[in-house]
């Protein structure tokens, strides 16, 4: 079920697992500089992974046309290995309306056992429909 952007309000929260497969970091290591050293990594930068959060988050959604990411703010505190069950939580911080535009702010969270991994926030605007 994909939900409508226009609809989100301040009550919106996900809370999923996630898990980065094997077959992810061998495209990961295919994609970066480690293998210009030969070098095969079993951990993945926070900043990988939290494009693979923001592809999930969008996933959820029906995207308008016209969606602007206005900016983004990302804590990273550990890596990311392979194989392991992680909590995704999503939640919005900030929906309002101003001049015939919706702006809303994601705020997310990467967690295992606990422990947080990386946090951060997203934010997003578009032009209400006609």
């Given at each position: 079920?994909?939900?409508?952007f226009?609809?989100?309000?301040?009550?919106f929260?996900?809370?999923?697992?996630?898990?980065?497969?094997d077959d992810?970091f061998?495209?990961?290591?295919i994609a970066?500089?480690?293998?210009?050293?030969n070098?095969?990594?079993?951990?993945?930068?926070?900043?990988?992974?939290?494009?693979?959060?923001?592809?999930?988050l969008l996933?959820r959604?029906e995207?308008?046309?016209g969606l602007?990411?206005?900016?983004q703010n990302?804590n990273a505190f550990?890596?990311?290995?392979?194989?392991?069950?992680?909590?995704?939580l999503?939640?919005?911080?900030?929906?309002?309306i101003k001049?015939?535009?919706k702006?809303?702010?994601?705020d997310?969270q990467?967690?295992?056992?606990?422990?947080?991994?990386?946090s951060?926030?997203?934010k997003?605007?578009?032009?209400?429909?006609?």
């Amino acid at each position: 079920m994909k939900f409508n952007f226009f609809s989100l309000d301040q009550d919106f929260a996900i809370n999923e697992t996630i898990v980065f497969n094997d077959d992810y970091f061998k495209k990961y290591n295919i994609a970066t500089s480690a293998q210009i050293s030969n070098q095969l990594y079993n951990k993945i930068s926070p900043l990988a992974a939290t494009a693979v959060i923001l592809g999930q988050l969008l996933d959820r959604f029906e995207i308008p046309v016209g969606l602007f990411h206005t900016g983004q703010n990302i804590n990273a505190f550990n890596f990311i290995y392979p194989n392991i069950k992680l909590d995704l939580l999503f939640s919005i911080s900030r929906s309002t309306i101003k001049h015939n535009t919706k702006f809303v702010t994601f705020d997310f969270q990467l967690m295992q056992d606990q422990q947080l991994l990386i946090s951060g926030n997203t934010k997003v605007t578009a032009k209400l429909e006609d």
